[in-house]
């Protein structure tokens, strides 16, 4: 790079004049068509033509040696550096202490998982192990998939507390994958660090149809039947001036009555789901949360009281609409 087109013909037409004085040596040696004492029978090359053979011989420009390639990356650090900051962030997801927390842990260990699937799909493992490899970034790719639907489900609030978070990643197949393929490459005598989070079962705790959550003045008159004909369990609420009066379980596909309601005007809330969790008072997975637009007047007169019946489905012909209310918004029960 950086002769000029001239500079190369000056080149060509020098060594051509060494080669004819190397042609009348008295040395021998056998000559380019092997006749004796080196003469040939072709003139000596000029011009630009035999520019290239004239750079060779003196060692060429910079840019006409061959780039050597670089040695591959010894497998065993490939595998510590692509599978060592999965291992690190999925350490934090086993510490996480709030499903805001663990939501970010999870993105950080997905956001690790494919970056690691991606990296040791382009290593270079020893040939014995070629299969082995492509198993551990084929099982890196599932965990990577699996982090992210766990960290959607908290989204959509199909799993709606830390436990029920961690237990749902605890169960995840790329957890599963990921060691079994690490067990492999372990006993070529490639080994990593990888370390499974502890988490918890699901669990899918339940209360007794009708139990009281918080039982409430029972000193009335007021009768309250609640029809669950949904596909989750619930929990009734009646609110009173903002604070929880009545709040009691009932389980889908069944009926459930209170009586003894003091009067007065109450809103109801209703939030559905599976695993109550009695020590936090909400559903652990697939949580929804319902306030009904009107609330309830319960009156008591000389000769009548208040009966109400609510249905937690839809029914034709039904008058009440229900609104979708912020898990933060919704009262204790």
């Given at each position: 790079?950086?002769?000029?087109?001239?500079?190369?013909?000056?080149?060509?037409?020098?060594?051509?004049a060494?080669?004819?004085?190397?042609?009348?040596?008295?040395?021998?040696?056998?000559?380019?068509?092997?006749?004796?004492?080196?003469?040939?029978?072709?003139?000596?090359?000029?011009?630009?033509?035999?520019?290239?053979?004239?750079?060779?011989?003196?060692?060429?420009?910079?840019?006409?040696?061959?780039?050597?390639?670089?040695?591959?990356t010894?497998?065993?650090?490939?595998?510590?550096?692509?599978?060592?900051?999965?291992?690190?962030?999925?350490?934090?997801?086993?510490?996480?202490?709030?499903?805001d927390?663990?939501?970010?842990?999870?993105?950080?260990?997905?956001?690790?998982?494919?970056?690691?699937?991606?990296?040791?799909?382009?290593?270079?493992?020893?040939?014995?192990?070629?299969?082995?490899?492509?198993?551990?970034?084929?099982?890196?790719?599932?965990?990577?998939?699996?982090?992210?639907?766990?960290?959607?489900d908290?989204?959509?609030?199909?799993?709606?507390a830390?436990s029920?978070?961690?237990?749902?990643?605890?169960?995840?197949?790329?957890?599963?994958?990921?060691?079994?393929?690490?067990?492999?490459l372990?006993?070529?005598?490639?080994?990593?660090?990888?370390?499974?989070?502890?988490?918890?079962?699901?669990?899918?705790?339940?209360?007794?149809?009708?139990?009281?959550?918080?039982?409430?003045?029972?000193?009335?008159?007021?009768?309250?039947?609640?029809?669950?004909?949904?596909?989750?369990?619930?929990?009734?609420?009646?609110?009173?001036?903002?604070?929880?009066?009545?709040?009691?379980?009932?389980?889908?596909?069944?009926?459930a009555?209170?009586?003894?309601?003091?009067?007065?005007?109450?809103?109801?809330?209703?939030?559905?789901?599976?695993?109550?969790?009695?020590?936090?008072?909400?559903?652990?997975?697939?949580?929804?949360?319902?306030?009904?637009?009107?609330?309830?007047?319960?009156?008591?007169?000389?000769?009548?009281?208040?009966?109400?019946?609510?249905?937690?489905?839809?029914?034709?012909?039904?008058?009440?609409?229900?609104?979708?209310?912020?898990?933060?918004?919704?009262?204790?029960?």
């Amino acid at each position: 790079m950086g002769v000029s087109r001239s500079a190369f013909r000056s080149a060509a037409a020098v060594v051509g004049a060494a080669l004819l004085v190397g042609g009348c040596s008295s040395a021998r040696y056998p000559g380019p068509q092997g006749l004796p004492g080196g003469r040939t029978s072709t003139p000596a090359p000029t011009g630009t033509g035999s520019a290239g053979g004239a750079l060779g011989s003196l060692g060429g420009t910079p840019s006409d040696d061959p780039t050597p390639s670089p040695l591959p990356t010894p497998y065993g650090i490939q595998l510590t550096t692509w599978v060592g900051p999965v291992n690190t962030a999925l350490g934090q997801v086993g510490k996480a202490g709030s499903l805001d927390s663990l939501s970010t842990a999870l993105g950080t260990a997905q956001q690790a998982a494919s970056a690691a699937a991606t990296g040791l799909q382009g290593a270079v493992p020893p040939d014995s192990l070629s299969d082995a490899n492509r198993k551990l970034y084929v099982a890196l790719d599932q965990l990577a998939t699996d982090l992210g639907q766990v960290q959607s489900d908290i989204t959509a609030s199909k799993v709606c507390a830390t436990s029920s978070a961690l237990a749902e990643t605890g169960g995840v197949q790329g957890l599963k994958d990921v060691p079994a393929a690490l067990q492999t490459l372990a006993a070529s005598g490639y080994t990593t660090d990888f370390a499974v989070p502890q988490t918890p079962q699901q669990q899918h705790r339940a209360l007794d149809n009708g139990a009281f959550v918080r039982e409430g003045q029972d000193d009335g008159n007021g009768e309250l039947t609640v029809e669950n004909g949904g596909d989750a369990d619930a929990v009734l609420t009646l609110t009173k001036s903002g604070t929880t009066a009545y709040s009691f379980y009932v389980v889908k596909g069944k009926t459930a009555k209170v009586t003894g309601i003091r009067d007065g005007n109450y809103d109801v809330y209703f939030t559905g789901g599976f695993d109550w969790d009695a020590g936090t008072k909400q559903f652990t997975q697939s949580c929804d949360f319902t306030k009904f637009d009107d609330g309830l007047d319960f009156t008591t007169t000389s000769s009548t009281y208040s009966t109400w019946k609510v249905s937690l489905q839809p029914v034709a012909g039904g008058n009440a609409t229900t609104t979708q209310v912020p898990p933060g918004s919704f009262p204790v029960p």
